[in-house]
T-cell receptor, first 120, second 112 residues
């Protein structure tokens, strides 16, 4: 079964509105979660690293004021796309790795199901 | 600069034959390599991995080979099945809790 869950799977919104995507680790605590973005026929591009209890680390070129990340607990990270525009339409995927020494720490990342955002 | 490269965007193989997907990397600090399988509109699912201290790892029909001197790895699927049709991503990372760097993916089509 899925160990990382994302919600919503699909979202359509009007330009200028904000959209929140949730990422939950279901059976383990994730001190770090990663947010990726995928454009059609492109690779998964890392947007930011979300650390529980501290500020996210953003990759170069990713606007931190536009893509707000909150990692308030060890099982939940949220990505909020603020004032969305059509060019923000994409497939957003979160991932998590269990903490060292705990369950689910096997080195690989577990990915959520992904959230497809369409901004009209 | 792309640190992980999958130069073949697509590959077609007949059912029962071997599928070989290739991946090259440029960052010599990478020490852990993974293959993910992805269906449309779904998140990637982990397939198999290999540490830089090994040159081969096998799991059922899937085998990953690592050639560190050439900075090259490959995924072999044998025998290939129609259900293997998907996009396969090669990924790599440094040691520690670092994010993965992905290649652009190779779309595998297994023809019955």
């Amino acid at each position: 079964g899925a160990v990382v869950s994302q919600h919503p799977s699909w979202v359509i919104c009007k330009s200028g509105t904000s959209v929140k995507i949730e990422c939950r680790s279901l059976d383990f605590q994730a001190t770090t979660m990663f947010w990726y973005r995928q454009f059609p026929k492109q690779s998964l591009m890392l947007m930011a690293t979300s650390n529980e209890g501290s500020k996210a680390t953003y990759e170069q070129g990713v606007e931190k004021d536009k893509f707000l990340i909150n990692h308030a607990s060890l099982t939940l990270s949220t990505l909020t796309v603020t004032s969305a525009h059509p060019e923000d339409s994409s497939f957003y995927i979160c991932s998590a790795r269990g903490g060292a020494g705990g369950p689910r720490y096997t080195g690989e990342l577990f990915f959520g199901e992904g959230s497809r955002l369409t901004v009209l | 600069d792309q640190q992980v490269k999958q130069n073949s965007p697509s590959l077609s193989v007949q059912e029962g034959r071997i599928s070989i997907l290739n991946c090259d990397y440029t960052n010599s600090m990478f020490d852990y390599f993974l293959w993910y399988k992805k269906y449309p509109a779904e998140g990637p699912t982990f397939l198999i991995s290999i540490s830089s201290i090994k040159d081969k790892n096998e799991d059922g029909r899937f085998t990953v080979f690592l050639n560190k001197s050439a900075k090259h790895l490959s995924l072999h699927i044998v025998p290939s099945q129609p259900g293997d049709s998907a996009v396969y991503f090669c990924a790599a990372r440094n040691s520690g809790n670092t994010p993965l760097v992905f290649g652009k993916g190779t779309r595998l089509s297994v023809i019955a």
